[in-house]
C-alpha cells in the first residue's frame, strides 16, 4: 500500500480542521476537507493554491448531522480517490456557539437554560456524527490491515468545568468512544488515537476576547491550529503502527524531538484515570 494516503478532516474549511487538512497534503495525501459552510472554500483553495497543494485538497461541503450525507461523502470520496485510509473526527461546535456571551458577562450558563436545538446539534456533530462515521469507514480499513482514525476531542478538565454543558457533554462522549474503540480494533492494523490542542485555540470558534486575554497574559497561551500537524503526521505514519487507544496534546509536543520521543513525552492514554475505590470509613 502507498505512504501516500486518503483523508477526509471534518471540520475542514477552517481553524484546526484546515490547518490538518493542508498538513497532511503537505505530507503527500489526498485529503476531502469536509465542512458546512461554503464560503470557507476559497480561503482554504488560496491556502492549499499558496502551498502548491490545490491537486491534493478537495473541499466538500456536508451536512453531518444527517446520517445520508456521512453515506453520501464516504461514497464520493472511494468514488473519486479509490480508497479512504485516515479519518479525522475534528467537525465541533464550541462555546461561541453554544452560548454567544459566555466571555463577556459575569454569570454562566446553566445546563437548564440552553435550548434543546442547541444541545441536539452539538451532541450530533461533536459526538454522532464522528461515530457515524467511524462506523462507515471502520470494516474496510480492517479489511485492508491499515488504517488511521484520529479523534478530537478537549481538554479532560473542560469536559467537566461548570458551565461546559453541552460542550463537555459531547466531547467526553467522544473521549470514551476513542478509548472502547482502540479496544475493538487491537491487533488489526486499524488504530483510534486521539489529538487534541491541550489548551485553548487560535481558531473562529475561539471568542476575541480570549485571544485579548491571552496577549495581555491573563490567560494560558493559545493553541496555534499548525500546531495539531506533528502529532496528527505522526499517529498517522507507520511509525506509529502499534500506537492504539491513546490522546497526544499538540501544546505539549516537542517538535524538535523525534516524533517517538515527542510522542512518548506527549502521549497518555485516551478515556479517563479511573480513581482507586475509597476504603470504607471505620465507625
Excluded at 478532516?9 to 503527500?28: D, S, W
Excluded at 524531538?257 to 470509613?281: N, Y
Aim: include cysteine; charge should be neutral.
Amino acid at each position: 500500500m502507498s505512504e501516500h494516503r486518503v483523508a477526509i478532516v471534518t471540520g475542514g474549511l477552517r481553524g484546526l480542521g484546515r490547518a490538518m487538512a493542508l498538513g497532511l497534503a503537505k505530507a503527500g495525501h489526498r485529503v476531502a476537507a469536509v465542512g458546512h459552510i461554503e464560503a470557507d472554500i476559497p480561503e482554504l483553495n488560496a491556502a492549499a493554491a499558496e502551498q502548491q497543494l490545490r491537486d491534493r485538497v478537495w473541499p466538500l461541503v456536508a451536512d453531518l448531522r444527517k446520517p445520508e450525507e456521512c453515506d453520501r461523502i464516504v461514497a464520493e470520496i472511494r468514488a473519486r480517490f479509490g480508497s479512504l485510509d485516515i479519518l479525522v473526527n475534528n467537525a465541533g461546535l464550541t462555546f461561541t456557539y453554544i452560548d454567544p456571551a459566555r466571555f463577556r458577562r459575569p454569570t454562566i450558563q446553566r445546563f437548564w437554560e440552553v435550548p434543546d436545538e442547541i444541545v441536539e446539534n452539538v451532541i450530533v456533530t461533536n459526538y454522532l456524527a464522528g461515530d457515524r462515521l467511524s462506523r462507515r469507514v471502520a470494516p474496510a480499513m480492517v479489511a485492508q490491515g491499515w488504517g488511521r482514525i484520529v479523534n478530537v476531542t478537549t481538554k479532560l478538565d473542560t469536559m467537566n468545568r461548570v458551565g461546559t454543558h453541552p460542550y463537555g457533554a459531547s466531547k467526553a462522549a467522544l473521549e470514551m468512544a476513542s478509548e472502547v474503540w482502540a479496544k475493538d480494533v487491537e491487533g488489526t492494523g486499524l488504530t483510534i488515537n486521539i489529538v487534541n490542542p491541550g489548551a485553548g485555540a487560535n481558531t473562529p470558534g475561539m471568542a476575541d476576547e480570549m485571544r485579548q486575554m491571552s496577549r495581555e497574559g491573563r490567560a494560558a497561551r493559545l493553541v496555534e491550529p499548525e500546531e495539531m500537524v506533528p502529532p496528527l503526521l505522526y499517529v498517522v505514519s507507520r511509525e506509529a503502527d502499534r500506537v492504539n487507544g491513546m490522546r497526544f496534546d499538540a501544546n505539549a509536543w516537542d517538535a524538535a524531538l523525534a516524533p517517538a520521543e515527542a510522542a512518548r513525552l506527549a502521549g497518555r492514554p485516551a478515556g479517563f484515570v479511573l480513581h482507586p475505590q475509597a476504603p470504607p470509613s471505620a465507625g
